[in-house]
């Protein structure tokens, strides 16, 4: 019985030793992985927080532009605006009035219904302060060349032969484009001018057309129009003028 009770109490003590061994592994165990979970979370957190610190920059740095391309944006605008203040002002004090600015309306109107600018500038020029002129005007009719032409070619002479002059034009066309008899009167004519003694000068340009030119010390004034007296034909007026 002493020897059983014995080794009963030997027992006691290496049995509760082995619980302490167990209970110190779990809480080793524990503690380790209290430490870990710590770790993976400080590691976690630390990743968001690294993340967020980059978003933040760079919603800063777009804001930074936004508000550096909102300036420039302002200041485009107010110097569109200022210029556009300076253009009126320009135009505003370039702007013509009363008869200046009836007769550019007039100029342009004529150039938009096609005539040729040489025939404007030589309207405008003589129309400054008339030289003496005679009354008698020199009217020839006479059928300009066209390409449907056959027949010998016409001239106008004037001034008692010291001047003639041939016409060249389009010829006629139905509304198919075919071409027939007479020439166009809507179309370019070009007018040629020989002097005795062989000079020669053109004009050419919708009718009416005007041309001016100087021999013996007189300013001969030219106009052709379509004749309204003889369908089909040119009509060429010639006025002697003062010169200069």
């Given amino acids: 019985m002493a020897s059983l009770a014995g080794r009963r109490m030997r027992r006691g003590?290496?049995?509760?030793?082995?619980w302490l061994l167990v209970a110190a592994a779990f809480a080793a165990v524990a503690a380790a992985s209290a430490a870990l979970a710590y770790q993976v979370a400080a590691?976690?957190?630390?990743?968001e927080a690294e993340r967020l610190r980059r978003d933040l920059a760079v919603a800063r740095e777009a804001s930074r532009r936004a508000v550096e391309q909102a300036a420039a944006a302002e200041q485009r605008a107010a110097m569109a605006v200022a210029r556009s203040a300076r253009a009126k002002q320009e135009r505003d004090s370039a702007v013509l009035r009363g008869d200046a600015a009836r007769l550019l309306g007039l100029v342009e109107q004529r150039l938009a219904d096609?005539?040729?600018?040489?025939?404007?500038?030589?309207?405008?020029?003589?129309a400054r302060l008339a030289p003496p002129c005679e009354d008698r005007l020199e009217i020839k009719r006479f059928?300009?060349?066209?390409p449907l032409s056959t027949s010998t070619l016409e001239?106008?002479?004037?001034?008692g032969d010291k001047?003639?002059?041939?016409?060249q034009a389009a010829a006629l066309r139905d509304e198919d484009g075919t071409l027939r008899?007479?020439?166009?009167?809507?179309?370019?004519?070009?007018?040629r001018f020989t002097a005795i003694g062989g000079a020669i000068e053109t004009a050419r340009g919708v009718l009416p057309l005007g041309h001016a030119l100087v021999l013996g010390g007189r300013e001969l004034r030219f106009l052709a129009r379509s004749s309204d007296k003889a369908p089909g034909r040119l009509e060429l007026s010639m006025q002697s003028c003062a010169y200069p």
């Fill in 13 to 18: 003590p290496a049995r509760g030793m082995r």
């Fill in 43 to 47: 590691s976690r957190y630390a990743m």
């Fill in 114 to 126: 096609g005539v040729g600018p040489d025939r404007l500038a030589f309207v405008i020029d003589a």
């Fill in 143 to 146: 059928q300009p060349r066209t």
């Fill in 155 to 159: 001239t106008a002479t004037f001034l």
């Fill in 163 to 167: 001047i003639t002059v041939t016409a």
């Fill in 181 to 191: 008899p007479g020439f166009d009167p809507t179309q370019p004519v070009e007018l």
